[in-house]
């Protein structure tokens, strides 16, 4: 049985819409936050996950990649947030605080402070689901992500900024906050390319039934239903050329951190089932 992890934020669901509302018998779904199926994914406990895009270049001799789906943006994301009491390139040298949920957002963080703006600030990590504004608690700026990012409401005079419409307007490219990563041993099974045809068949199965699964899951993500069809409908979900190039930008700037290796093309899974 092929071991499929499935990010709980509603950004995750219209590529699993299908695979969570008719569950297959031939599909375990684990569900949790980014950095835990990042985990998960590396100690082998599952077998694909759209996990975190700088996993990619951390694990490339360990993972390959699905063809065809990501969680991205081309601009605003709404739900990668950059919250702050300054302006951002005021932001040198004080406490910036980041989530540990995430991984591929902390490190876009640090490419438009510390490349794009030529800044060092101090960096701290915090857990988002604690209830406390880590800006009321003495830090000049917080990077919240997911839903959490989403229904947050910013009081009067904090800056925010998009993280996806910032990086865009940095580099004119799109940007893959995630891509489905497949572990070596089940690259080329059957199984595999079962998935992947299912992945595919659920992205679409979902545009056609986006509407009312908006109404029906309002709810469990906490937000108005128009609100949720908006965002769904705002993010892109095809590896097409020029997330490719996003992507792989991203990765040349994350190794000039240190954050990964050099990633100079995708690794392809092979989803031909022979």
Do not use: K
């Not at 988002?128 to 990077?143: C, K, M, T, Y």
């Not at 070596?184 to 199965?205: F, Q, Y």
């Amino acid at each position: 049985m092929m071991r499929l992890g499935h990010i709980e934020y509603s950004n995750c669901f219209p590529v699993h819409a299908r695979l969570i509302v008719e569950p297959r018998s031939d599909l375990a779904v684990v569900t949790a936050i980014p950095s835990v199926l990042n985990a998960a994914l590396a100690r082998g406990e599952i077998d694909v996950a759209p996990c975190s895009s700088i996993e990619l270049a951390r694990h490339s001799s360990d993972y390959r990649v699905l063809p065809d789906v990501v969680i991205g943006a081309d601009g605003p994301v709404q739900s990668i947030l950059l919250e702050s009491a300054r302006p951002i390139d005021e932001l040198h040298d004080v406490r910036v605080m980041l989530p540990t949920a995430s991984a591929t957002s902390v490190v876009l963080l640090r490419t438009l402070l510390e490349l794009r703006s030529g800044l060092q600030p101090r960096y701290a990590w915090y857990d988002q689901r604690e209830v406390v504004d880590p800006i009321d608690d003495g830090a000049v700026a917080v990077l919240r992500i997911g839903d959490v990012a989403l229904r947050r409401e910013a009081p009067p005079g904090r800056y925010v900024y998009d993280l996806g419409e910032v990086w865009t307007a940095w580099t004119g490219l799109p940007f893959a906050f995630a891509v489905w990563q497949v572990r070596a041993e089940v690259d080329g099974t059957r199984e595999l390319a079962t998935l992947h045809e299912a992945l595919l068949d659920s992205r679409s199965w979902f545009g056609d039934h986006d509407e009312r699964l908006a109404h029906e899951y309002a709810a469990h993500f906490g937000m108005p239903s128009d609100r949720l069809l908006a965002y769904w409908r705002s993010l892109r979900y095809e590896l097409d050329d020029r997330m490719q190039q996003g992507a792989l930008h991203y990765y040349a700037l994350a190794a000039s951190l240190d954050e990964a290796a050099p990633l100079g093309a995708l690794p392809w899974a092979n989803v031909a089932g022979v």
